[in-house]
């Protein structure tokens, strides 16, 4: 099978099973989102779905936020993985955001990254949620799923695996693609026992064939 044929299979079965796919952080605008993504590192978005009602409620807006210091922050944060680290994001990220963009979240990749706390993955998010841009975020769902199915090739990094994603995916395509990948990671391909006899992709999944193959001896 070339690879073209299995990301076309993959499409397929992702626009036939899955065909509404989107980010289950809550969010009403670009500024609730960054905010939500920045906290959502190494942390469940249940859990951080639980977090940003009170803390959205008390900075509203970069222009609130950026008023605080990451102490004030860090008391509505506390339940979140890293919480000294993402208080002190939150209030830089806050700061640029209305010294240098005027309190607005910026639509471009590279300038997303200049946020604290904002790096690739997250600025692709946003760009590919919020403004609905033709970027591949890579989190550790994605990156897992990708190797497994066969999707990427020895990538080695999350930006590998991007560059391999974004070179067979159509470019239309890529934010809901991206939500597929990690959805499929999160309730099916899961990391410590893949839930294969529920997955509709074994029949062009490398590493279930790889593993079924060698049972098979």
Request: net charge positive; proline share 6%; aromatic share 8%.
């Amino acid at each position: 099978m070339t690879k073209k044929q299995r990301f076309d299979y993959v499409i397929k079965y992702f626009r036939e099973n899955m065909p509404v796919a989107e980010t289950e952080l809550e969010y009403k605008d670009p500024y609730s989102l960054l905010v939500a993504v920045i906290l959502s590192a190494q942390c469940t978005d249940k859990r951080v779905n639980m977090i940003t009602p009170v803390l959205l409620k008390k900075y509203p807006t970069a222009f609130e936020m950026s008023l605080a210091q990451p102490e004030d922050i860090l008391e509505y944060i506390k339940s979140c993985s890293y919480p000294n680290n993402k208080a002190k994001h939150l209030s830089g990220m806050s700061r640029m955001l209305v010294g240098e963009f005027n309190g607005e979240v910026p639509a471009d990749v590279n300038l997303l990254q200049k946020l604290p706390g904002v790096g690739r993955k997250t600025a692709n998010v946003i760009v590919s949620v919020v403004y609905n841009m033709p970027a591949m975020a890579v989190d550790t769902h994605v990156f897992r799923v990708s190797a497994r199915i066969g999707l990427t090739t020895g990538a080695k990094n999350p930006l590998e695996t991007e560059n391999q994603l974004i070179k067979y995916f159509p470019e239309k395509i890529l934010p809901v693609a991206h939500h597929w990948l990690i959805l499929h990671g999160r309730y099916v391909c899961i990391a410590r026992k893949p839930k294969c006899d529920s997955c509709g992709l074994t029949e062009v999944c490398r590493e279930y064939n790889k593993t079924n193959s060698k049972d098979l001896r």
